[in-house]
C-alpha cells in the first residue's frame, strides 16, 4: 500500500532489487532516490555526497544516471527507465499478495514538492508506467 524504498544494485550479474544501503555490494553500482532525481530540474542537477552514481547527459537525454555495472564499465539509463524497473518490482509484489496483476498504479507524494517539482515527479512516474503498460492515477489529498 505504501511502497518500500529499493535500491537497484548493478553489480551483480543480473540487477538486484534491495531495501537497504548496506545490503548493496558498491554504491558505485546502486541507483536510489529516483523520485527525488524525477523532482529536479533537468539543467540543475547537484550530486549528492551519498551517491555513488554520477548524474551525466548526453545529445538525448538531459538527465542519465551512470553506474557500474559487474563487469566494471560504466553504463547510464534514464531515470524513468530506472523507474520503470522499480515499479516492476513493485507490481510484482502486488502480484504475489494479491494473485492479481494491478492494471493501473496510484501515486501519492507525501514529500513537499514545490508545484514545479511535483509535476516533474509527475510526468516521470507516468512515463514509467508508460512503459510498463500501467495506467498511472495520481491521487491527490483532499
Known amino acids: 500500500m505504501y511502497g518500500r524504498d529499493l535500491y537497484i544494485d548493478f553489480t551483480e550479474e543480473r540487477p538486484t532489487f534491495v531495501d537497504k544501503a548496506e545490503n548493496v555490494n558498491s554504491l558505485v553500482g546502486a541507483v536510489y532516490d ?18 555513488g552514481f554520477k548524474i551525466v547527459k548526453d545529445a538525448e ?14 553504463q547510464a539509463a534514464p531515470p524513468t527507465f530506472l523507474m520503470k524497473m522499480m515499479l516492476r518490482e513493485h507490481i510484482k509484489a502486488i502480484k504475489n499478495a494479491s494473485n492479481e496483476k494491478p492494471a493501473k498504479l496510484g501515486f501519492y507524494l507525501f514529500d513537499e514538492f514545490d508545484d514545479d517539482a511535483k509535476k516533474r515527479v509527475e510526468n516521470g512516474l507516468e512515463e ?4 510498463l503498460n500501467v495506467e498511472f492515477v495520481m491521487v491527490e489529498s483532499k
Open 128 to 131: 514509467a508506467c508508460k512503459l
Open 61 to 74: 537525454n538531459p538527465v542519465l544516471i551512470e553506474f557500474e555495472t559487474y563487469e566494471g564499465y560504466a
Open 34 to 51: 529516483l523520485v527525488k532525481i524525477l523532482s529536479l530540474p533537468p539543467d540543475n542537477i547537484k550530486a549528492e555526497h551519498h551517491w
